[in-house]
C-alpha cells in the first residue's frame, strides 16, 4: 500500500512516537516538576514537531527542545534564550515576522525557514544518547526528502552538523563556526549553537551569530 508522506503525516508520527523510554520519561517528569516562574501553566511534555514555512529555502536544524522552553510552550525554539537569539537574528534578515518566540500563538510567522531539530524530545542535560539519535534521525530525513525547495542548510551546533553528514553520508567535512560547503544543489553553514553556555561565555558573539544569517541572505539574493 502506497504511504503520501506530508508535513502532517510527519508530524503526527513524531507527536505519537515513544521509541525513547528515558526521554518520554523525562519530558513528563519536568512537565510535572515545573520550575518556578512557570508554575502555573501547562507544559507540552512530548516530542515537538519542526515548524515554519513549508516552502522554505532554509532549512535550519538545532539540537532538541529545551525543556522549559519548547517541552512546555509546544514550538521549537520558544521560550527558551536560544529562541530569544535564533529568532532576533531571523527577524533582522527579514526572515521573521517579529523578533520574539513566546508561546505557539503569539503570532509568529517565518518567510523562507523552516526550523527543526534532531531530537523531537527534551534530554536529560542536552545530551541525547547516541541510540535516541539513531531512533530521531528518520523524522529529520523525512523532512529533507520533503522540502524540495531547500537551498540552503543550517546545523546549529556539532551534533546536528554530524546527524545531517551522517543523514546524508557526508565525510570528512570539518565542524567549525561559519563552515560553508557547497554540497550537491544545497549549501551547508555550519554554526555554533545560540545556548546559554556558548553566549554566556562569550564563545558565540552577537556579531558572530548574526554573521550567519548574512551569509544566508547573500546567497539566496545572489541565486
Known amino acids: 500500500m502506497y504511504y503520501l508522506v506530508t508535513l502532517d503525516s510527519i508530524n503526527k508520527d513524531i507527536i505519537n512516537c515513544t521509541l525513547c523510554n528515558r526521554l518520554v520519561k523525562y519530558t513528563q517528569l519536568v512537565g510535572k516538576n515545573k520550575v518556578k516562574r512557570f508554575s502555573n501553566q501547562v507544559y507540552w511534555s512530548k516530542p515537538v514537531t519542526g515548524f515554519g514555512d513549508p516552502n522554505a529555502k532554509v532549512l535550519i536544524i538545532g539540537l532538541a527542545p529545551a525543556a522549559h522552553g519548547a517541552n512546555r510552550t509546544g514550538r521549537l525554539f520558544t521560550g527558551d534564550h536560544s529562541g530569544q537569539w535564533l529568532i532576533r537574528a531571523l ?125 544566508v541572505k547573500s546567497i539566496l539574493d545572489n541565486n
Open 91 to 215: 527577524y533582522e534578515m527579514g526572515f521573521s515576522n517579529m523578533p520574539t518566540s513566546t508561546s505557539s500563538d503569539d503570532g509568529l510567522n517565518l518567510n523562507n525557514v523552516f526550523i527543526t531539530s534532531c531530537i523531537r524530545c527534551a534530554p536529560p542535560l542536552n545530551k541525547p544518547l547516541p541510540s535516541e539519535l539513531i531512533n530521531c534521525s528518520k523524522f529529520l530525513k523525512s523532512e529533507i526528502e520533503l522540502f524540495k525547495r531547500i537551498k540552503i542548510v543550517i546545523t546549529l551546533g556539532s551534533i546536528a552538523f554530524r546527524t545531517y553528514c551522517k543523514i546524508n553520508d557526508l565525510k570528512k567535512l570539518k565542524f567549525y563556526h561559519l563552515a560553508n560547503y557547497q554540497i550537491n544543489d544545497k549549501r551547508l553553514i555550519v554554526s555554533y549553537h545560540p545556548s546559554r553556555q556558548n553566549t554566556n561565555t562569550q564563545r558565540l558573539t552577537w556579531e558572530m551569530w548574526i554573521q550567519v544569517f548574512k551569509l
